[in-house]
């Protein structure tokens, strides 16, 4: 009777029907204009200049890097959280804490290394700071 | 389709039931109420109705009360377009866009008089004869600009239609969009350009007199001219280089305030009003005719970076070529722009298109050659918060870094040259330098004029006079730097709650008391030639005691800044040494006001070249050696406490003037027709700088030629130099600690 699946399932299941039904909802409410403009990129109410498929510069990488680590963390650490006073009266102190500890001590290590390797500071490109370059 | 419910809110779920069953009827009821209950207006300023919306927003008025307070900065999130101030041609496709960009269903409160028809701006050639040219408007809001009270109304009124399921049947009519290819009259001019002859020029000037500087400049000089502000010298198109390097090297006439371009009967004539920043009273004029068939002279932009701007516009609305020039395009109008508008056989119905396409990366093509990294290409405005108005900054960036930057003004350009050149000098001309800089900083503006007209015309202006004009100007230049100080910490704290706020209710105190001067909030219409327009309210004693409350109350809110912003860690790491504009360069580029002294440029237009009541007063020029925008945001607080010092004193002052003293205004012709081709360049301090006024007149009672130097103008060519190798916050913070307005940017 108790199995943990249904709840799973019935999450699953809200999660699809709510932004389904938003979509469908709002398709039947609101008024359809359909026009060149509206789909096109906004930018600041003018043309844009290009499209997104450029090269980003690689220094993004590293925060986007360190952005998903982090993000991961969260990710584990909420459920933890949730069934930690459990787990301590289940299994002690030692067994539930110390592997999180481990596990955020490598992050956080990870972190100071990529810190005082500079990855959250910009690396000044040549090429702009080149002067005369200015159109004008 | 239920009755009185418009076309516009229809739906597949009423297309599906087609007709209008009872419970659909109830449920069109409960939407209306729900659109109208919550609106999400756009975050959208394009003129002076701007600052009166952002009132509407804030303390006091706020606007959220009626629930539709929040602006949106994204088209996308919002469904509410207030349109407030002039569309001006190059706008209109842009503002078509944003509109085109906010979903279903969608209102347009129009906000002011130029939207309705073009307003006080309709007779321009560049101004669109109101919204309903573009979009479709829903509401109108009458005034100019409308009070936040009645923008309030106005929305309500809205809500109310709203709710009903009635919206205005307004058409849309299209704005024609359409691709040019490049000009061909260039070919045209490069032709005329070869067939100078510059024996042919006509001179008129008797130039047997040598002064001083003449012996200086000595063979280029080809005649002399006297114009009331200073000696002029009649310059060779050919050698204006030569001539500028001399004067700016030997004779030290290093700040190029103003470059004048003008066509007369038989020529055109480029003046470049120079003087100096150590003593600004020192003035001398360049006069560089050129032939009609073949406008062509020397760019000065070697010598004065500030040249390349000014020839640029003088390009743009005169005609006149100038070699050397690094960029001669069109810089105000839009590049498909037929003819010259302020020259003399430019026709005004002449109908013209005003292009939509992309903008080109300056950097794209040598970067795909030489590097394997791309630079991104980002318009940053016409329509964005940060750009304090409807610029338009051409950015290219390298990752975080700003490889170029490029601003592209003319998105406000309403005509006011011309306008003031077909309005008398006695009363037509006055109401519109308030809507130059139109933060407030009204009388400061009025005041450009008045000195300009008033030395042309010997006109005295009474002592009495001359206080309230300082004082009532002080008061402006407070409220004006408030909302700088409000919407820079909006820039680099993105904060709209705290510092907007309060700087929002400080400059709410101020207009209010200017209301009781002036009769109006914003665009004042004070002063008068030969003095103001009327006494102080009466009971006299009532309105110092509104002031010196004012005044005394403000050291503790100054304090208060000084806690939320400057000494703020997070804004220093922001300001401190960021957007560095060194001297030197500031003064090449013609920086003035808080800009130029923020880099140590001792520079001040009320002490240098003294007017009014200044120089009876006690009162400190405030200067910053940071160069940063630090230093400029202190610059303007520390300015903040001088302009109460001065208001002190003259309150004082005009609390004791004996009543038979209490003179006005003198006596001024009903018509005034200064001699024929007497010619005046006179300036002021502005809120943002020199605000300096050329005028020529041709014995008639309007101007033949009508010019403004505006401050904002050559403050805003500086930002290349700031912001170039510099991270893209740090260029947001520099436009922002620049404090343009782009009325007086584009004029």
Known sequence: MSNPWIAIGAL???????????????????????????????????????DTRIR????????????????????????????????????GMAQVLVPMLVFIGVLVVGLAWAWRNGAVQWVASDRANEPGQTAD | MGEGVDARFNSKLREA???????????????????????????????????????????????????????????RQADVIIVPGTIVSKFAPRMKRVYD???????????????????????????IKGAEEVIPVDIHVPGCPPRPEALVYGIAKLQERIANGETSPVTVKPYELEQFSELDDDELVQHLADRI????????????????????????????????????????????????????????????????????????????????????TQEVGVVVPTATDAPVSESAEPVYRTADWHEREAYDLVGIDYDDHPQLERILLPETWQGHPLSLDYDQEQPQVVTFSEHANPLNEDQRAEADSDTMFVNIGPHHPATHGVLHLKTTLDGEQVADVESDIGYLHRCEEQICQNSTYRHQIMPYPDRWDYISAGILNEWAYARAAEDMADIDVPEYAQVIRTMSAELCRIASHM???????????????????YATRDREVVQNI????????????????????????????????????????????????????????????????????????????????????????????????PYGYYDELDWDVITEE?????????????????????????????????????TIQSNVPRTLKPDPDTEIYRSVEGAKGELGIYMRSDGTEKPARFKIRSPCFSNLQTLPEMSQGEYIPDLIASLGSLDIVLGEVDR
Not at chain 1, 75 to 83: A, D, K, R, S
Not at chain 2, 103 to 119: L, R
Not at chain 2, 578 to 606: F, M, Q
């Open chain 1, 56 to 91: 980003f510069n690689i220094q993004y990488y590293m925060v986007a890097l360190l952005f998903v680590v982090f993000d991961i963390e969260t990710v584990l650490i909420f459920p933890w959280t949730v069934i930690y006073r459990d787990g301590v009266q289940q299994f």
């Open chain 2, 626 to 662: 940071g160069c940063d925008n630090y230093a400029r945001v202190l610059v303007r607080l520390q300015e903040v406490e001088e302009s109460a010092k001065i208001i002190e004193q003259c309150v004082d002052l005009l609390a004791e003037w004996p009543e038979e003293d209490r």
């Open chain 1, 12 to 50: 699953t299941l809200v999660s699809i029907i709510i932004p389904v039904s938003m979509t469908v909802v709002s398709a039947l409410l609101r008024p359809s204009v359909p026009e060149q403009g509206k789909t096109a990129v906004y930018e600041s109410g003018e043309v844009p200049t290009g």
């Open chain 2, 514 to 609: 200017l209301e009781d001067l002036t009769g109006q909030r914003l665009m004042f219409n004070y002063l008068r030639l030969g003095g103001v327009a009327w006494d102080l309210p009466e009971p006299r004693e009532e309105f110092f005691e509104s002031i010196r409350d004012f005044l005394e109350d403000l050291p503790e809110k100054l304090e208060e800044y000084h806690d939320l912003v400057t000494s703020n860690e997070i804004f220093q790491m922001r300001c401190v040494d960021t957007g560095v504009l060194e001297p030197e360069i500031a003064k090449s580029y013609g920086a003035t006001g808080p800009v130029a002294r923020g880099s140590g440029i001792d520079y001040d237009l009320r002490r240098d070249d």
């Open chain 2, 101 to 127: 960009q906010m979903p279903e269903p969608k209102f347009v409160v129009g906000m002011g008089s130029c939207t309705i028809s073009g307003g006080p701006f309709q007779e321009g050639y560049n101004v």
């Open chain 2, 17 to 75: 039931f087609g007709s209008s069953p009872f419970i659909l009827t109830k449920f069109d009821q409960f939407m209306n109420w729900v659109r109208g209950s919550s609106m999400f207006m756009l975050q959208f300023g394009i003129a002076c109705c701007s600052i009166e919306m952002m009132h509407t927003y804030a303390v006091k008025h706020d606007l959220d009360r009626f629930g539709a307070g929040v602006p949106r900065a994204s088209p």
């Open chain 2, 483 to 501: 909302l700088a100080l409000g919407t820079f910490a909006l820039d680099v704290y993105g904060d709209f709650t705290a510092i907007f706020m």
């Open chain 2, 197 to 280: 002859d510059e024996e042919e020029l006509v001179m008129r000037y008797d130039w047997a007199e040598s002064p001083v500087l003449e012996a200086l400049l000595g063979d280029h000089v080809i005649g002399r001219e006297r114009h009331r502000n200073a000696e002029a010298f009649v310059v060779r198109p050919d050698e204006v280089q030569d001539a500028l390097f001399l004067l700016r090297d030997e004779a030290g006439f290093d700040h190029c305030s103003c470059v004048t371009a003008q066509e007369y009967e038989d020529r055109y004539e480029s003046i470049y009003h120079l003087r100096k920043y150590d003593d600004p």
